[in-house]
């Protein structure tokens, strides 16, 4: 008698754990189902049942219960008309339900319960603690493979609303590894999170430029009437003067195109249109950027040798395109406050001009090239990071493109690619 009461003892407590589990597990599924706002259909049914390998379906709002043996329909009524998780066992079944959210929509989960009644009225009592034993090892490896997996997927979903300067936890590797559903689903989540971050990294950028578009655009009429007022007198009192007498005068004018320049480099970073587009020949437009720079690369003790292989016929807004080669020329010339070389070569070929700006200064470091081109970024000291932005903004609106190199034997390049015009493209 002892035996038999543990032996029954013993069935009825796995049995409600069993239960227990089953329940929870619908729990899990519709919460999960929920939190991702997957269909409820006989597809995503039919996806679930061949990874739980039960029977899967949804009781709707309208009262559809789907295709169950029809000795089920009362006990699925029952357990579904209340807005709660139940489990029950009936006519030879195991039927766990959840509700999907608020929709009014319920999942539902069905299969065979195995009665081991009859084993115990015959005194099998062994095959039917094995099996007991067995069927706990069977819920406690599907709680591994199904459960617990679906519960980290649940629980990292607030990850996919982390915000770009946050360092979100990645899903588990081994999860992602799995060549069923689940890891599908997993590599799509971790997938999507690396998405959206990086729209909130552009998004973000987006609204930087359209803020840095409004002040360019309010403040340029401001400062440029002044500044041509100034260089404008400027000009007719150095007429007047001695030739010892006009470097002052000089060095006004000097500063007014400098303050000129920077109001056109905000512009044309606000709007990198280009404007009305000629046809110009890129090595003038070099040596017209290089004659500019010429008493800054002096004082500098900077020489800067200018390769024109051949000539480059080019469409482009001459201004914003100086501009944009003007930039780059100023910071291989920054980095090198000692003094050095600039080396400068242009030549066409195929469809396209191809310039390379070359120094002998320390060289790009990994996070200038990751972040080459973003605005505001910038490792120089006062450096406000919209000169190489100007550059790449400029280049791609013209059709190219600019990128930046490390040279093995020392320095930093850049390389610029345009195209040609057409019809004198060789």
Known sequence: MSS????????????????????????????????????????????????????????????????????????????TSKDVAAVKIANGYDIATAPVGNSGTHLILVRNHQDSDHAFANGVLIPAIGLAFVSGIMGLVMARRVVQPLGTLTNWLPNLDTREDAHPDSIPTKIQARKDEIGKLAKALAETATKLREEQRLRQQSERLATLGKIATSLAHEIKNPAAAIRLHADLLKESLQDTEQVSV??????????????????????????????????????????????????????????????AYINADGPRLEQALRNPLLNALQAMPKGGKIEVILRAEAEKAILCIKDEGTGFSPAAIEHFGEPFYSEKEGGMGIGLTLAKEVLEAHGGSVRPENVKEGGAIVIFEIPLVKDTAK
């Open 4 to 79: 038999l009461a543990l032996a029954t003892w013993t069935k009825y407590w796995n049995q409600r754990q069993e239960m227990e589990a089953f329940q929870q597990l619908v729990s899990n599924n519709a919460a999960f189902i929920e939190q991702m706002r997957l269909p409820r259909s006989q597809e995503m049914a039919k996806r679930l049942a061949s990874v739980l390998d039960l029977g899967v379906g949804f009781r709707f709002k309208n009262g559809e219960k789907g295709e169950w043996p029809s000795k089920l329909y009362a006990v699925i009524e029952e357990l």
């Open 250 to 311: 000089t060095l006004i004018q000097e500063e007014v195109d400098r303050i000129t320049d920077l109001v056109n480099q905000w512009l044309y970073v606000a709007k990198t249109k280009p404007g009305k587009q000629q046809t110009h020949e890129l090595g003038q437009l070099l040596k017209s950027v290089s004659q500019r720079l010429a008493p800054q690369l002096e004082h500098a003790k900077v020489e800067l040798d200018l390769k024109i292989q051949n000539k």
